[in-house]
């Protein structure tokens, strides 16, 4: 397992940079991993990784664009914009959680 | 041939226009926008169904020729074809199946295909199709950005990988 040091303080990572501890995750280590991705965070995407958050908190996995559209409220239009070329990939990376792992 | 060059455009041709004939199609487009790759999905013969304004939610499995199938479930006894033929058949294999996707969050037809333009994928009709099926854009789904000609979709697909399922 490798290790990553953001502002000082030292995080879990897998090999593409996900953390894989969550409760090392916080808000400047979720603006950090954003910035490597080429993204400013901002309320819209505040909205999206707090989402990501309250799901992943009640059924343990990284929700998929239907679940954002239908139960978060976000349309796909946004998530592409907010986060591109991969929006949940990306929005699970800098909310502290696994790469998703489904098809849709 | 480099192996590890990754993949970054896909056009997939869609040419069956049964339920298991359209949606790997679909998910391999949205499964590549997801992953940053641009997509196209260029729909032909029956798979022309797929995009139809009022046939698109009306896509069924095809329970005749299909020795793979079997009942109730995946791992349950193979369906003989003359069972398969007999009227409902399909429709409950249908509904089955939807019941299954919808537990995973595959979304029907209609809704997935807006969810992949929204993703901004390119959705393309064959226009050999159009002219022998004598249909018009207005038989089409809003999504449905253009009616192509095969040399056209060549034109679209440059510099991507072609997917013909």
């Not at chain 2, 896509?59 to 005749?64: D, E, G, L, S």
């Amino acid at each position: 397992m490798a290790q990553k040091q953001i502002n000082g303080t030292t995080i879990d990572v897998n090999d593409e940079g996900y953390m894989t501890n969550h409760s090392q995750w916080n808000k400047v280590i979720a603006a950090t991993i954003a910035e490597e991705e080429g993204i400013t965070l901002t309320p819209a995407h505040w909205r999206v990784l707090d989402f990501i958050d309250h799901d992943f908190q009640e059924k343990g996995v990284v929700p998929g664009m239907r679940r954002m559209n239908k139960v978060g409220g976000i349309p796909t239009k946004d998530l592409y914009e907010l986060f591109p070329n991969g929006p949940i990939k990306k929005a699970a990376k800098i909310s502290g959680y696994p790469k998703p792992a489904s098809c849709v | 041939m480099t192996g590890s060059q990754p993949i970054s455009k896909v056009s997939i041709v869609v040419s069956r226009g049964s339920l298991e004939g359209i949606y790997p199609g679909l998910i391999m487009a949205n499964g590549a926008r997801m992953e940053g790759i641009e997509a196209n999905l260029f729909f032909t013969f029956f798979g022309l169904y797929g995009v139809l304004k009022n046939y698109n939610d009306k896509i069924r499995v095809a329970t005749v020729g299909n020795p793979a199938m079997r009942v109730p479930s995946a791992k349950g006894l193979p369906m003989p074809t003359l069972l398969g033929a007999i009227p409902g058949m399909s429709a409950i294999a249908t509904w089955m199946m939807n019941k299954e996707m919808e537990k995973i969050d595959i979304p029907p037809i209609p809704e997935f295909l807006e969810m992949i333009h929204d993703a901004g994928a390119g959705i393309y009709a064959c226009k050999a199709t159009v002219d022998m099926f004598h249909l018009t854009k207005d038989d089409f789904i809003p999504q449905m950005d253009k009616v192509l000609t095969v040399g056209e979709f060549y034109e679209q697909s440059a510099g991507g990988q072609i997917i013909f399922t």
